[in-house]
């Protein structure tokens, strides 16, 4: 028979939605970090690129983009196989990770 115990599941689900807490908090920082420095390295490209000093080929930079979406999307990822595996862990993680993306 199979035995489960309450303790542990209930463990796993608080450290899965505490570390997914922090984690969500951490990529939220980061992601509006990478963002701002993007926007700032386009800006300098735009204002370089209206001073003559450099000359940007807007639609290769766009279509490395494009092929990096498409190459994406393409990925097969079996992520619902590792979620049922280790569903108390993932659970708290992912629950953790929203609550700390959407505060951070």
Do not use: N
């Not at 939605?17 to 993007?38: E, H, Q, R, T, Y």
């Not at 639609?59 to 079996?78: I, P």
């Amino acid at each position: 028979m199979l035995e489960i115990d309450p303790a542990a599941l209930g463990l796993e689900f608080g450290g899965g939605a505490a570390i997914g807490g922090v984690m969500g908090f951490a990529a939220k920082k980061i992601a509006k970090l990478v963002a701002v420095l993007v926007g700032v390295q386009l800006m300098i490209f735009r204002y370089l690129e209206s001073q003559g000093i450099i000359v940007v080929d807007w639609s290769r930079l766009s279509a490395g983009l494009l092929e990096t979406q498409a190459r994406a999307q393409e990925v097969d990822v079996h992520w619902i196989q590792s979620i049922l595996s280790t569903l108390s862990m993932g659970a708290g993680f992912t629950g953790g990770f929203l609550i700390g993306f959407k505060r951070g």
